[in-house]
């Protein structure tokens, strides 16, 4: 798809200021991260970038997806790129397996996964997606049946792991970009299996938008300008998602957030779809398809779902005490049967669990938590084998560990997860739930309350 020469050489020349305004303007006060891969696209936006003098930390990331014979050429290019202009450079090797089916989407979300993990509080994300990508985004989403959110395509900004996402070149063509290159003399590499049209993007860009622009030679204009009215209709959406939200008594929970099962159910079904699919955006960073909105349905919002359990890419969904919960699925660690025993030697000092939990006494207080004369010995953190019983300082007779659980309430997928503090051979503690009699600090006596800390 072919541009007017004069427009493409006037963008490639004015690309820095249009970088730079952007840029403008945005209250971002932490590093410009740029993901890299070391084609054209990402080696002018960061030439680019560095062209409008930035005042904050410039760091190049690359993912080596391991997919091509040529993938460690690559990352060799970017380094060398990054060191001749002067860049940090963060690196980053995935093993994604076979090919087959699926792989673009497999090696889209692992690299999203990579740049959620470098994010850090006020940085910007810059991604090199221009034009071009996004009337592809649009053909391909629509071979897929999405809906006005999907159709939407790529946003220019978004928020991204407590910073934000930006794809500042996406008013631009890939004729103007390529200009840019040429004109600046930039070196960058080519991956070949662009051109294998198997791909279903690639099918696109080179067999279908060729002879759409035959006929309609504004094709791509008119595909990003559908693109632009489904991205404020979905405004309009997001606006109704969110009164709706505000009636189903949204809170945050342990791993995640939860709203009011009854108040989703009350929905009308559009309604109920419109808000979770607003809701796990936000949330979870994910789209729900028809498929997974159908399985809430189905599964977490008739009947008996208690047990019930729905994994997308970024998130479980569940349902427990009337609540329907959005928990993230990378933080959902399970012990084993065959856990290790930890040994907690200071408990001055916290101690790290297996999933980012952690342990930690707070300060001494009267009549408060595990009595003080016995932090002064080590102890052992084991995990539910089954059978254990102990006996609350609160309750009047011991009791099944499995059926104190259940009554004090704790979401069922947290039961194995509560650690379980030991000392001298004794359970003494249930996570910060509750201190066993013979081990709780006296009326008059003073303790120290223990703190389980989730991610």
């Given at each position: 798809m072919s541009e007017s020469p004069v427009n493409t050489q006037s963008e490639a020349a004015t690309l820095p200021a249009l970088l730079a305004r952007e840029l403008a303007g945005l209250d971002l006060a932490g590093r410009w991260l740029v993901g890299l891969s070391g084609g054209v696209d990402s080696v002018v936006l960061l030439h680019a970038l560095l062209a409008t003098g930035p005042t904050q930390p410039?760091?190049?990331?690359?993912?080596?997806?391991?997919?091509?014979?040529?993938?460690?050429?690559?990352?060799?290019?970017?380094r060398a790129l990054c060191q001749a202009w002067g860049v940090a450079l963060e690196i980053r090797q995935l093993h994604l397996g076979e090919g087959g089916s699926g792989i673009e989407e497999r090696a889209r979300l692992a690299r999203y996964g990579v740049f959620r993990e470098l994010m850090q509080p006020a940085d910007a994300l810059l991604l090199g997606h221009h034009r071009s990508d996004q009337a592809e985004t649009v053909l391909f989403r629509l071979m897929r049946g999405a809906g006005v959110r999907g159709l939407a395509a790529m946003a220019s900004h978004r928020p991204l792991a407590g910073?934000?996402?930006?794809?500042?070149?996406?008013?631009?063509?890939?004729?103007?970009?390529?200009a840019y290159a040429k004109a600046q003399g930039l070196s960058w590499v080519e991956d070949h299996s662009n051109t294998d049209t198997d791909f279903d993007r690639n099918y696109l860009r080179h067999k279908v938008l060729p002879l759409?622009?035959?006929?309609?030679?504004?094709?791509?204009?008119?595909?990003?300008?559908?693109?632009?009215?489904c991205r404020e209709a979905d405004a309009l959406l997001a606006d109704l998602a969110a009164l709706d939200l505000s009636a189903c008594d949204e809170q945050p929970a342990a791993l995640g957030f939860s709203v009011k099962r009854s108040a989703l159910q009350a929905l009308t079904p559009k309604r109920q779809r419109n808000l979770l699919r607003h809701w796990l955006l936000r949330r979870c960073g994910q789209?729900?398809?028809?498929?997974?909105?159908?399985?809430?349905?189905?599964?977490?919002?008739?009947?008996?779902?208690?047990?019930a359990c729905i994994g997308l890419?970024?998130?479980q969904l569940r349902v427990y005490g009337g609540r329907l919960f959005a928990l993230d699925l990378q933080r959902q660690w399970q012990p084993s049967a065959v856990e290790p025993t930890l040994y907690w030697v200071d408990l001055a000092e916290p101690l790290r669990l297996p999933g980012g939990d952690a342990l930690q006494f707070g300060p001494a207080r009267v009549g408060a938590g595990l009595a003080?004369?016995?932090?002064?010995?080590?102890?052992?953190?084991?995990?539910r084998k089954g059978g254990e019983r102990c006996h609350p300082a609160a309750r009047g007779h011991s009791q099944t560990l499995k059926k104190l659980l259940q009554?004090?309430?704790?979401?069922?997928?947290?039961?194995?997860?509560?650690?379980?503090?030991?000392?001298?051979?004794?359970?003494?503690?249930?996570?910060?739930?509750?201190?066993?009699?013979?081990?709780?600090?006296?009326?008059?006596?003073?303790?120290r309350p223990l703190c389980w800390q989730l991610p």
């Open positions: 410039v760091v190049a990331v690359h993912v080596n997806h391991g997919l091509s014979s040529l993938a460690d050429e690559w990352e060799a290019h970017c910073g934000r996402l930006l794809r500042p070149l996406l008013s631009l063509g890939r004729e103007a970009i390529e759409l622009a035959a006929r309609w030679p504004e094709a791509e204009r008119q595909l990003v300008r559908t693109a632009e009215h789209l729900p398809g028809h498929q997974a909105l159908a399985d809430i349905d189905s599964q977490l919002l008739r009947g008996d779902s208690h047990s890419s970024w998130c003080e004369r016995f932090c002064a010995s080590s102890a052992e953190v084991r995990w009554e004090y309430d704790l979401p069922t997928w947290l039961r194995s997860r509560v650690p379980l503090l030991y000392l001298d051979g004794e359970l003494a503690a249930v996570g910060d739930l509750w201190v066993c009699r013979e081990f709780a600090a006296a009326v008059d006596e003073p303790g």
